[in-house]
């Protein structure tokens, strides 16, 4: 089954302590980028990569790291978490950056900094 | 500069009533796509119809309807004979050509009321 898999889902940590978001698409996808979601603003770009070891900034790159080094796999990074990125995260993939290539998106991490 | 605009924050309807919900957009490209995605109180993200800028028909699935009207920017979703099982969030989202990621509106919250 075609799936973008985020881990965790669920996570409540405190302020400082490194964290990571895993995101794992089975689909060969060459394009995948990081959302948060926060109410009353929609989902914002957080990072986006175009294919291994390509990757580039979005809307609101403060704050996260994100690496590409296997085609499958775009973990987010949070080297120091505070409590303003208490969000609802999404990773998504598609075949490539265009709009008329479908976004998967995967069942979102919700993260509780406190 | 692209931007997407549900000035309908919440909507509540009974049962079987007809809904619209409203999206207006900005761009200046003139190849785009537009998005509709429901989610629901489980939190997932759920893609519902892709529209590209050069298609201006409206579209039928179900219970479903769009009107895109680039006259007017706007590419609204009405849901006829709404039921309980359509309370969510729904988003409308614009993806220019030239673009590498989603512009989501801030979200319209739809409750149905039995």
């Known amino acids: 089954e075609a799936q973008v898999t985020q881990n965790p889902r669920y996570l409540i940590t405190v302020t400082g302590k490194k964290l990571t978001v895993t995101c794992s698409q089975n689909?060969?996808?060459?394009?995948m980028s990081w959302y948060r979601q926060d109410p009353g603003l929609g989902l914002r770009q957080i990072y986006y990569s175009m294919n291994v070891e390509v990757t580039d900034k979005g809307d609101v790159p403060e704050g996260y790291k994100v690496s590409r080094k296997e085609k499958r796999n775009f973990p987010l990074i949070l080297e120091s978490p505070s409590p303003n990125q208490t969000s609802l995260y999404f990773c998504?993939?598609?075949?490539?950056?265009?709009?008329?290539?479908?976004?998967?998106f995967g069942d979102g991490t919700r993260l509780s900094i406190l | 500069a692209q931007k997407v605009t549900q000035a309908q924050t919440e909507i509540s309807v009974v049962e079987k009533e007809d809904v619209t919900l409203d999206c207006v957009y900005e761009t200046r490209d003139t190849t785009y796509y537009l998005f509709w995605y429901k989610q629901p109180p489980s939190g997932e993200l759920v893609f519902l119809i892709r529209?590209?800028?050069?298609?201006?028909q409206n579209e039928i699935s179900g219970r479903y309807s769009w009107n895109f009207q680039k006259s007017t920017s706007s590419f609204n979703f009405t849901i006829t004979a709404s039921q309980v099982v359509d309370s969510a969030v729904y988003f409308c989202?614009?993806?220019?050509?030239?673009?590498?990621?989603?512009?989501f509106g801030s979200g319209t919250r739809l409750l149905v009321r039995p």
């Open positions: 998504a993939s598609s075949l490539g950056p265009q709009g008329n290539q479908p976004q998967h």
């Open positions: 529209r590209n800028s050069f298609d201006e």
């Open positions: 689909m060969n996808h060459e394009y």
């Open positions: 989202a614009l993806s220019e050509d030239s673009s590498y990621k989603l512009i």
